[in-house]
């Protein structure tokens, strides 16, 4: 619409026109405004927003006014909560003494409200660092979020949501992060340079050969003392894990019993190949293993199905 049209449309109404139009507006019902809004237009955050140290400061500083003969009216409004809390803090500081005014640790306590209890949790943590899911009769052959999902399912018979999956990953010690985070921690300017000069050739070629790109890389699990108090199962010696996400962040892993060498390599590109059933391009930071020419081998008898680049990270 151009501005004659809009200045054609505006001049229709008269000047009394547009004003009872205004009114009409004004009137109009509004939402009532939330406490989290009166909040932000006073500039004053939520309590609960607090650290529990300047939530302590504030009732220590409000007993010590009480004591010193402010009104409790006053310290309320200055502190901005109701005067009852205020009475709340000094008849506790009173009767328990100053230990009362350091407020309890809000949220639920650790390991509660769980769908899943002490064992299952150790059986599915050692099932993804023991084995596969298809050793364990399901349709995968490296472990994602699906398998996640469908594994603690079955173990608990109701549906689980999809972010426990990696919620228990990362509890467990598997802290899955984005491989372009990775590869930039390692050198972000070689990374940037390659991806800038070489890798849209390379993505090219794999939409010519209706080919999936994987990004992977090795991480290592380190062991970590047992603690009592802990539900959540923690390693017990170092494990090294294969790890590999496409371009939209869906991620497959597999536990590796020891240091990874041609076999493991070999047998993680098999099972990564069957995952998505299609032609894989697989990139991969650089890597020293023993019988590295047992895996260049196998990549020249599969090149059909597998190509494999490394990256010069």
Known sequence: MGQSE???IVFRYNYKDLQAIIAKED?????PESIFSKLERINNSDARQ????????????????????????TIAQALRVHKNTVYRWCRSEKIVGPTSLDGKVRGRKPGTHRKLSKEQRSALAAAIREKTPDQLGLPYYLWSTAA???????????????????????QIGYRV??????YEKRNAKKFSIWRRREFPAISAQARNENAQIQWGYTIKIQPTSSVTETIDPTPTETAFVM?????????????????????????????????????????????????RYKLSEWLKENQSTVKMFSLPL
């Open 6 to 8: 809009v200045e054609n």
């Open 148 to 170: 996640l999902n469908l594994y603690m399912s079955q173990l608990v018979e109701t549906p689980i949501n999809p972010q426990m999956a990696r919620r228990f990953l990362s």
């Open 50 to 73: 607090n650290s529990p140290e300047d939530l302590k400061r504030m009732r220590v500083a409000a007993v010590d006014l009480y004591k010193g003969g402010v009104a409790v009216d």
């Open 27 to 31: 009137m109009r019902p509004k939402k």
């Open 177 to 182: 992060t984005r491989p372009d985070r990775y």
């Open 243 to 291: 790890l590999s996400a496409s371009k939209q962040g869906a991620f497959r892993i597999q536990t590796l019993g020891k240091k990874p060498c041609a076999d493991t390599f070999i047998d993680f590109l098999d099972r990564l190949h069957k995952e998505i059933g299609c032609k894989l391009f697989y990139f991969h930071c650089r890597f020293r293993i023993s019988d």
